[in-house]
Every structure is written in structure tokens, then in C-alpha cells.
């Protein structure tokens, strides 16, 4: 079945530090893809999305691309802020399962330190 | 505003005893969706609806049942919980149609099973 693999964590960073945090994923088909970001005390809110190979998504400094060759959507941020310090999922949606679902990854805890 | 509600945000219970969470959402997305999330594991999918009157298992429905009688609510009840229901709780709503359609999700609900 589908699965996500994300970089375990945490991760802790000085703020203005460039921040990579690894994704991986095994699917059939063409799966869309996602980071979705979760500050504390609340829901998780989407942070940016890809929906086919070589796709580029981007939000708020935050960028991922949609590495079919390698299975990866790797997030990136060139220069890091404390207001980012959140936990963040990866996540695909099966083409298969027609969207009924989002698999998610174990989510990795990122601290910005002034 | 568009927003997932959930109900309690805090529960403590004891072993056995009958409970509800509400979800309430007002968006008219047919899709709603129930995940736990536990360190470690990630979000886990529970039980999920496509419709008023749809719905099925994810991948931990074991313990805990759903109803979809209205397009807008989808409670989650744990008829006898047990200590290995303690987690925190959430339940999201999105539009059906397209798989990269986002998640909207609520606040969370962080229940204590004794």
C-alpha cells in the first residue's frame, strides 16, 4: 500500500538557517502530494501541494518539488524564522483510491531558536 | 468563516464509558474524515464519509464507530473505550471531486482514556 516516510526529528535550527526536511514515498500511479504544517495547539493546515511530476509548490518562503525519478518531495525554506517552529506531515493522495484518503508521514518537529 | 469545529477539545474518561466527539463543519463538503494521531505514527485515517449516509473503514477503525445522517456533521463514538484510545483527535473536511482538493481540519480533540 501507499506509504510516506519522513526525516526523523526533531529537527532545531538558529533562526535564518536554511531547513531541509526529507520526504519519501511509495505509491502506484500518479499520487498528488503534500506538506501540511501543524503550530502548536492546533489543526494541521496545508502548506503547499504538487499534483505531478516536476510539479514546484511553494508557500510562505517554503518550496517542494515533485521528484518522480527519486519518489521525494524534500521541504525546503531558505532562511528559517522562530514563527515557523511547528510539526510537519507529509502526505500523498492516492490516485487510485479516487482521493478518499491522505497517507500521512510521522511528521517532523521543527524548533527555531532566536 | 470556513471552519472544521470539534467537540470537547479536552476529554478525560474512564474505561468503558460510552462517549461522543462531535465535528461540525460549514463549507457543504461532502468529504469528512476522522484521524488520530499518536508520536511516532503520524495521522492515522479512522473512518472516513464520501456523503450524507457513505462511509468506511480507514486504517483504524477498531473501537470506534461513525454515522453521516447530516452532510454537515460526522461524530466519531467510542462505544467502550479502553486506555489505547488515548490520543488526539481530528477530524477534516474537504471538497470530493479532485484528490488535491485540501484538507481542512479542526482543532483537535485530546482524549485521556483511564
Known amino acids: 500500500g501507499d506509504s510516506v516516510t519522513q526525516m526523523e526529528g526533531p529537527v532545531t535550527l538558529s533562526e535564518e538557517a536554511f531547513l531541509t526536511i526529507n520526504c519519501t514515498y511509495t505509491?502506484?500511479?500518479?499520487?498528488?502530494l503534500f506538506w501540511y504544517v501543524q503550530y502548536p495547539g492546533e489543526g494541521l493546515q496545508l502548506l503547499l501541494k504538487?499534483?505531478?511530476?516536476?510539479d514546484k509548490g511553494s508557500n510562505k518562503g517554503f518550496e517542494a518539488t515533485y521528484r518522480k525519478e527519486t519518489t521525494s518531495f524534500h521541504l525546503e525554506k531558505g532562511s528559517v524564522q522562530v514563527s515557523d517552529s511547528a510539526v510537519y506531515f507529509c502526505?500523498?493522495?492516492?490516485?487510485?483510491?479516487?482521493?478518499?484518503?491522505?497517507?500521512f508521514g510521522e511528521g517532523t518537529q521543527l524548533t527555531v531558536n532566536p | 468563516e470556513a471552519q472544521v469545529t470539534q467537540n470537547p477539545r479536552y476529554l478525560i474518561t474512564v474505561t468503558g464509558k460510552k462517549l461522543t466527539v462531535t465535528c461540525s463543519q460549514n463549507?457543504?463538503?461532502?468529504?469528512m474524515s476522522w484521524y488520530r494521531q499518536d508520536p511516532g505514527l503520524g495521522l492515522r485515517q479512522i473512518y472516513y464519509?464520501?456523503?450524507?449516509?457513505?462511509?468506511d473503514k480507514g486504517d483504524v477503525p477498531e473501537g470506534y464507530k461513525v454515522s453521516r445522517k447530516e452532510k454537515r456533521n460526522f461524530p466519531l463514538i467510542l462505544e467502550s473505550p479502553s486506555p489505547n484510545q488515548t490520543s488526539l483527535y481530528f477530524c477534516?473536511?474537504?471538497?470530493?471531486?479532485?484528490?488535491?482538493?485540501?484538507?481542512?481540519f479542526g482543532s483537535g480533540t485530546q482524549l485521556s482514556v483511564l
Open positions: 477534516a473536511s474537504r471538497a470530493t471531486g479532485l484528490t488535491n482538493e485540501k484538507l481542512f
Open positions: 505509491a502506484t500511479g500518479y499520487p498528488s
Open positions: 504538487a499534483t505531478k511530476a516536476d
Open positions: 502526505a500523498l493522495s492516492g490516485w487510485k483510491t479516487s482521493g478518499s484518503r491522505l497517507t
Open positions: 463549507m457543504n463538503h461532502e468529504y
Open positions: 464519509s464520501m456523503n450524507v449516509e457513505v462511509t
